[in-house]
């Protein structure tokens, strides 16, 4: 294969329409190539994906009858997994503003990955959206201009604006930047850098116009507070770092792209503050609502020690809070830090933790007691856990998926010239890279 | 054969696997699908349709209960009165929680049977307390027990209604004449409004309604009773196919105490608007800012 010199033609005057669909073809090659273990972990990935598809498909067609949800607790685990993910999708940021406010160059090296992530955890909380939705087909009647958007009154609008806003707003960084370096040129920062600016706020927005949906019904005490998005910012910087963090050791161990420890050792310096605000302010409402004691606590009563013999959220809540302080202490532990199987399970049981306190400790106490203070619990059906594994599989797919394609062609190992792309600050004695298998 | 060639034979062999798995496990929905017709999946929004798109949608619709449910039933689409503001009040010292208000709202309003549904719960209250957490409504007693008040909550018609300003697709607003109404053929079924309202006065369809044909009110109206399609939120809605025709409400009629009170609050003459200048009359949760048009009072 000899493009020596369409590339160099390309780098004169770029024949987009020529080498667009070369980067799109070779995009799609990336993709689909690799190793035994890649292939056993997608075809893993596309069952659970699948098995989800059918579960969902068996919801449409039955109604949402198959579901746990009730008139008193009318969402579940869709909207308490689509809250999640909108964190995951903010978290990203925390790589972003580094690697450009701050301007360090390692974690702009990888900062690629945060924004991917963001992409995947979008679509994957979008996924929930629609999975919530009674009426799917109808989906078009939020279409602004062909359907009747609420906008501005809804916040669901917002929502809808915010999340696609924000998908778009990645996936334009995302695919200039990855394109340029197949070009082997340099990125225009006119192209990009406003986009990226952009991008820190957009990601603040999603996730405190996530956590307004709710703290904005005068009707649900547990949501009605001020505090609500502000925590879910401090605990989606716990997640989204964290989930970073295991992502970069995977890609480092199962690539060839260079991966510093820089970036991982600043990521864990976020979740130091991050995991403790998250704690300090979980404290602060445990404190005013229990101290209080009037009947707004019914909830939170019901949360954390079960209301009259109903316990089914305590178990979980406990769990939650007990994987955030772990996580907690071996943060602020240098010797335990230092010892990667124990930080790596602290990563994953504070991620773990922050999905039950803001998925299933979030929203259904939201509905229990309901409105007139009915106690009717809530309990997840096998149809439930089916769509919401196969919605995170699809995630997992795309951000994997992303990752392979992005990686090699950002490590410089694939472009549309045979020679690898090099910042200008790279050595020169640079060896060629190594091939991606 | 290259390896590039078994390779990417494999791969076009692993897509098309892929697909046609994809393919099966949402085959379900096109059992959906087959049921809906295209007219239906491209209807506008009832604000929207023409007197012309209306009548046909509104045959359409009787053709399709009579297809599902086996019954002739006449839909019509009953607008608002000038000059008429509804209201409702309702006694508390006279109700004695008898439930034949949820009852009636049962029939009229074509409710699914399986799950007994109504637009109407009434709550066995403590005597001495207006805690609502004191309050039950699973009660299966004879009623009225002693120590005990009734109190039937519905949808409050609020004039600052928290659900319609959440709707993300105005399926759902207030009338001129004060009743909320959904179009049930354009929600999508987010539930948004159901976590927004404060009165707990909204139902989902979590499946499509089961009702024999002969316990089917064929007195229906687009905007209120109806058979609703599943996937869509319902409510109260004063029974306006009959109180929009001068008619009263289907609980008020089925209450064997006279608890309740309906009327045009514009009329200075009518029943409710003595009630409400007469009587120490409340409103429930009046610190949300809702503004309810349900009132309650004490007779004593």
């Known amino acids: ?437 | 054969m290259s390896a590039l060639n078994r390779r990417r034979l494999l791969k076009g062999a692993g897509a098309t696997l892929g697909a046609l798995a994809f393919a099966k496990a949402i085959e379900p929905v096109f059992e959906f699908t087959a049921n809906l017709s295209g007219d239906e999946f491209l209807q506008k929004h009832y604000r929207e349709l023409s007197p012309d798109d209306l009548r046909t949608v509104l045959a359409r619709l009787e053709a399709e209960t009579k297809e599902k449910y086996g019954a002739d039933v006449t839909i019509r689409d009953i607008r608002p009165q000038d000059g008429v503001q509804f209201g409702y009040a309702l006694n508390l010292s006279t109700c004695i929680g008898c439930r034949r208000c949820a009852e009636a709202c049962h029939v009229e309003n074509n409710h699914d049977r399986k799950t007994h549904q109504s637009y109407i719960r009434v709550f066995e209250m403590q005597q001495g307390s207006f805690d609502m957490e004191q309050g039950d409504a699973t009660y299966d007693h004879p009623v009225p027990q002693p120590g005990r008040y009734y109190m039937p909550v519905q949808c409050q018609q609020c004039d600052n209604p928290p659900c319609t300003k959440v709707c993300p697709v105005e399926a759902t607003w207030k009338e001129k004449d004060g009743i909320v109404v959904v179009d049930y053929n354009w929600c999508i079924g987010c539930r948004y409004c159901e976590a927004a309202c404060p009165y707990h006065a909204r139902r989902f369809n979590w499946e499509a309604p089961e009702i024999s044909a002969e316990e089917i009110n064929p007195n229906q109206s687009y905007l209120s009773n109806r058979i609703r399609p599943q996937g869509v939120v319902e409510k109260c809605t004063f029974c306006l196919h009959r109180t929009r025709t001068g008619a009263l409400p289907a609980c008020l009629e089925a209450c064997p105490t006279g608890a309740r009170v309906f009327g045009n609050l514009l009329d200075p003459d009518s029943e409710i608007r003595w009630v409400l200048e007469n009587k120490r009359v409340f409103v429930l949760k009046e610190e949300l800012g809702a503004r309810p048009r349900f009132f309650y009072f004490f007779d004593v």
């Open chain 1, 1 to 437: 294969m000899s493009r020596k010199t369409t590339a160099k033609e390309s780098e004169e005057r770029p024949k987009h329409w020529v080498s667009y669909p070369r980067f799109l073809w070779r995009s799609l090659a990336l993709a689909t190539d690799g190793s035994w273990a890649f292939y056993a972990w997608m075809t893993g990935l596309t069952a659970i994906a699948l098995v989800g598809a059918n579960a969902w498909a068996g919801q449409v067609s039955s109604g949402m009858g198959v579901t746990g949800m009730s008139d008193h607790v009318s969402w579940g685990l869709y909207i308490a997994n689509f809250t999640f993910a909108v964190g995951l999708a903010a978290g990203g940021v925390m790589m972003v503003i580094p690697a450009y406010l701050y301007h360090d160059d390692e974690m702009h090296d990888v900062v690629i990955v945060g924004e991917l992530l963001a992409i995947a955890a979008l679509i994957v909380s979008l996924g929930f959206v629609v999975a919530d939705l009674g009426r799917p087909d109808r989906f078009w009647h939020l279409l602004p201009g062909i359907g009747r958007f609420n906008w501005p009154i809804s916040m669901l609008t917002w929502d809808v604006v915010v999340l696609n806003g924000y998908l778009l707003l990645n996936l334009h960084i995302c695919g200039y930047l990855l394109y340029m370096r197949f070009l082997g040129r340099k990125p225009n920062p006119k192209w990009y850098v406003p986009f990226v600016f952009l991008s820190v706020i957009w990601a603040i927005s999603v996730h405190t116009v996530t956590a307004f949906l709710y703290s904005g019904l005068g009707g649900r005490p547990f949501w009605n507070s001020a505090l609500l998005a502000p925590r879910f910012l401090a605990s989606a910087f716990v997640t989204g770092p964290a989930f970073i963090v295991l992502a970069l050791q995977v890609v480092r161990r199962t690539t060839s792209f260079r991966v510093p420890e820089g970036p991982i050792q600043t990521l864990l310096k976020i979740m130091r503050v991050t995991v403790l605000v998250n704690l300090f302010m979980a404290g602060a409402e445990v404190f005013t609502e229990f101290y209080t004691g009037s009947s707004h606590v019914a909830a939170a009563r019901y949360l954390y020690i079960g209301l009259h013999g109903k316990t089914a959220l305590v178990p979980w809540i406990w769990t939650g809070l007990a994987f955030n302080v772990f996580a907690a202490i071996v943060l602020h532990t240098p010797k335990l830090v230092a010892k990667r199987p124990l930080l790596n399970l602290a990563l994953v049981l504070v991620f773990s933790g922050v999905w039950i306190e803001k998925g299933m400790g979030l929203i259904i106490p939201g509905f229990v007691p309901s409105t007139m203070h009915e106690l009717v619990e809530y309990y997840p059906t096998l149809t439930e856990w089916k769509v919401t594994a196969g919605l995170w599989a699809v995630g997992m797919m795309v951000f994997t998926i992303a990752l392979k394609v992005a990686l090699p062609i950002f490590g410089g190992e694939v472009g549309a010239g045979e020679r690898s792309w090099k910042r200008d600050d790279a050595p020169d004695s640079d060896p060629e890279p190594a091939p991606a298998e």
